[in-house]
């Protein structure tokens, strides 16, 4: 198979929902990556925040084939060892009270919202049941995340959505507290907007708004996604706030590379769910548990420490250089706005073997955690080609 003959299955065959760029990418390792060509690629994108120790990592391929050759799956109707030893590490890490597993961001935040929905009709009855999230946010596909997620560009055509959601501009005190009337059971909000264009949320506005959310029982539901995992530099970024968060999603880093969502709930909400209000077939699948096991007892304190510099390195690097408007982001996730198009430098990146991502108007970088000083250098470097030639 070359490329071409891929290229025409797909479009005979798939639909047509991703604008594909002119690659297919065949195998890699770590931060290396190989087209049908044979050609080379340094990798800044780990599958949009996935593969969190790059391609086939040996120890995550060893969690993942010592899993298989046990046990592929089992049903939820039974008790699982994976299952129990990932949701007590991360209970343990966060101080969090207790774990569902699901298989996506979009199915996580789909089970906070289930969730904050229930504590409050439980406690205040059926009238509390709106959700704030934040304008130009991104919580998933489904429709009621798609109605969560504050862009109107995701909401053409799929309408009507679930009622309950009102929107406030990010790191606006005035019109969140506004927006906390007696109606609003949880406030939903990514600490670092990624499909937003990498926007770090204001330190004081995430004190402000869980300190009235906390006021007023209003759950707070931190959605980290891609935020999580290490990717900013601390295990879960929102414990760079300094917030205690009811409730926490996360997803894509989580197994390094296959499909896995955890929901960790705080003391408030760790009773919430109850027999038969909520569940999944695939979700806490014991060979992605195994892998979630592996990556989470690697992000220690030196690596996270390795992530930050490597982050300073990125933002040393590009602050400054020709054409570069700014430089944005949280540890290993970095939004760079140009005089640029964000697709002409993609493509001129992946011409010169480089594969970065775009958020919005910006390009966004999300390499591999361990991804080595010689990598990331050579990757900048054609990066700051590109965008200064
Ligand atoms: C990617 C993403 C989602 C959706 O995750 P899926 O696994 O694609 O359903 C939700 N929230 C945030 C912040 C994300 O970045």
Known sequence: ???????????????????????????GRGSTLYDYDGKKYID???????????????????????????????????YSLPQAKLAKMLCERTNMKKVFFANSGAEANECAIKTARKYSSDKYGKDRYEIITLKNSFHGRTIATLAATGQDVFHQNFGPFPLGFKYVTANSIEEMKEAMTDKVCAVIMEMVQGEGGVMPLDKKFVEETYKMALEKDILVIIDEVQTGNGRS???????????????????????????????LFGEKTKGVLSFGDHGSTFGGNPICANAAISILSRIDDKLLEEVKEKSKLIFDYMSGCKNVLSVDGLGLMIGIKTTKNAKDIVKECLNKGLIVLT??????????????????QNGLQILREVIEG
């Open 233 to 263: 530099g601390s295990l879960y970024a929102y414990m760079q706030y300094g917030i205690n968060p009811d409730i926490v999603t996360t997803a894509k880093g989580l197994a390094g590379g296959l499909p896995f969502g955890a929901i």
């Open 44 to 78: 800044f994108s780990t599958g949009i925040a996935v593969n969190s120790f790059g391609v086939c990592d040996t120890l995550w391929e060893n969690a993942v084939i010592e899993q298989a050759t046990k046990l592929n799956h089992v049903s939820n109707l039974y």
């Open 359 to 376: 958020a919005k108007d910006k390009i966004r970088l999300l390499p591999a955690l361990n991804i080595s000083y010689i990598d990331l």
């Open 1 to 27: 198979m070359n490329f071409n003959d891929i290229k025409d299955m797909d479009n005979e065959y798939i639909a047509n929902t991703y604008a594909r760029f002119d690659i297919a990418i065949k195998n």
